[in-house]
Each structure stands twice: as C-alpha cells, then as structure tokens.
C-alpha cells in the first residue's frame, strides 16, 4: 500500500517524522514493524500533538489500550497546560463550553472521549461512565461519540 505523501502535509513535523509514520501506515499488517515506526517517531518528537495524536489512535485501533490510553493521556495534559484547564470539571466546564468551537478544545474533547471509551475497553467502567457524561454535557451535537459510549454502558442488562 502506497501512502501519498500530502496525506501527512499538514503536520506540523520534520520530513523524517512523516516518512515514520508513512512506513507505519505502510506496514500496517505486520503489527511489529508498524510498532516500530510509531515508537520512533514517538522518540524523536514526543511533544508533537499531531504525532501523540496518531500514536493514541494506532495503538486504540491495534488493540493496544494501555499504550492508547497512556498516550491520550499525554494529549489531554498538554492541552491542559496550554489552554490552562482546571482539572476540576466544575472549572473546566463552562470555558470549554464556550470555547467547544475551538479546534484546540476539540480534539481535547475528542481525545477525552477516547480516553473514557478506552477506560471502558480496559473494565474502568466506573470512570469511562464520568467522562462520557461529562463530555455529553458539552456536546449538544453529539460529535464527540460520549452520548454513544455512555449509552452502553449504562444500558441494563438485558434478560435471556
């Protein structure tokens, strides 16, 4: 599979970092080879948001949720230092609320969505239920996928 460079044009990384991740995607059926290239351009540039980002959705969609989760984690703290976002979801609430059209507090939002479906992947079905609910009080448009992660799981077991 043959992977167009413009793909990758908009991320903000070195042609090196892009042509890993290229390879990454390029040898998406050998999980090994593929891992490497992630990894490796996860060591050359770990701050980059583009390159977390891509990293967490290819270890979620390779099954690794532990990896997925720990580099989610990633992005959500480094989008808190920027955006200086309380912890405290009574704080952050109402600034991302009013800032939910930003495309910073977007993927924020996105990628605390991930964060609570991988939770939920992973049995922490106490604490993907919180932050599924709490995304779903910001997403009155249901584009973040939290109204769907919680419905399931706070759906009653159906009888036999």
Partial sequence: MQIDAEKFSWFQVSEDVKQLLRLAAEHWENTSESEKYINQALAITEESTDVLVAAYRYFFYKNNYYMALQIAGKVLAKIKASEQLSDKWEIAKPIL?????????????????AYGLVLAKLGDIDKAKIISTQVKEIDDKNEFGASIVYNILTRPIEEE
């Fill in 97 to 113: 609320m009013s800032r939910k059209e930003e495309a910073i507090i977007r993927l924020y939002l996105n990628t605390y969505a």
